[in-house]
């Protein structure tokens, strides 16, 4: 699976004019599922990407993930940092021999939903706030980037 993981101030998806999906200060995620993937990658990139050292610390340094924000009293997450993922088979486009991106790596729709979810559902599973796109939707994505950090991250069931 491969990401393009984006430190943003805000984020927003739309499908067919309404509002589907946001986050505020956060990550958005691009991502998309390779023909060969399984539910070892979707565990692995959720893995990846909580963990990812990319926010600021007290002294302005990338040190702190998703992960490292502590628990209110009542045992919930502030939920400082959201996190908006949006299904994008695009992510795989080769355009390497022509100029017309082939997306012949990305993997079929069905198991690409069913992956992305899996993704999603384990990131939830990290008490994270996670919002989604519509999985197949031709989707308008506001992106506020914040720094700008952008990272590409892959995942493959043998490393």
Same mark, same amino acid.
């Given at each position: 699976?491969?990401?393009?993981?984006?430190?943003? %101030?805000?984020?927003?998806?739309?499908?067919?004019?309404?509002?589907?999906?946001?986050?505020?200060?956060?990550?958005?995620?691009?991502?998309?599922?390779?023909?060969?993937?399984?539910?070892?990658?979707?565990?692995?990139?959720?893995?990846?990407?909580?963990?990812?050292?990319?926010?600021?610390?007290?002294?302005?340094?990338?040190?702190?993930?998703?992960?490292?924000?502590?628990?209110?009293?009542?045992?919930?997450?502030?939920?400082? *940092?959201?996190?908006?993922?949006?299904?994008?088979?695009?992510? *795989?486009?080769?355009?390497?021999?022509?100029?017309?991106? %082939?997306?012949?790596?990305?993997?079929?729709?069905?198991?690409?939903?069913?992956?992305?979810?899996?993704?999603?559902?384990?990131?939830?599973?990290?008490?994270?706030?996670?919002?989604?796109?519509?999985?197949?939707?031709?989707?308008?994505? %506001?992106?506020?980037?914040?720094?700008?950090?952008?990272?590409?991250?892959?995942?493959?069931?043998?490393?």
């Amino acid at each position: 699976m491969r990401a393009i993981v984006q430190r943003v %101030s805000a984020g927003s998806v739309r499908v067919d004019g309404l509002e589907v999906g946001r986050c505020g200060q956060g990550l958005v995620l691009l991502v998309g599922v390779h023909a060969t993937d399984t539910e070892i990658e979707a565990k692995k990139l959720a893995a990846k990407i909580a963990n990812l050292r990319i926010f600021n610390d007290h002294e302005g340094k990338m040190n702190l993930s998703l992960l490292d924000f502590p628990m209110t009293l009542e045992g919930c997450h502030k939920f400082e *940092y959201d996190v908006l993922a949006i299904s994008n088979f695009t992510v *795989y486009g080769d355009s390497s021999r022509s100029r017309r991106p %082939s997306f012949g790596a990305s993997a079929k729709f069905d198991e690409a939903q069913t992956l992305f979810d899996k993704f999603v559902f384990e990131l939830r599973g990290l008490d994270l706030s996670v919002q989604t796109g519509v999985f197949g939707a031709n989707m308008q994505v %506001s992106i506020l980037n914040d720094g700008p950090v952008t990272l590409v991250i892959d995942v493959d069931a043998a490393i």
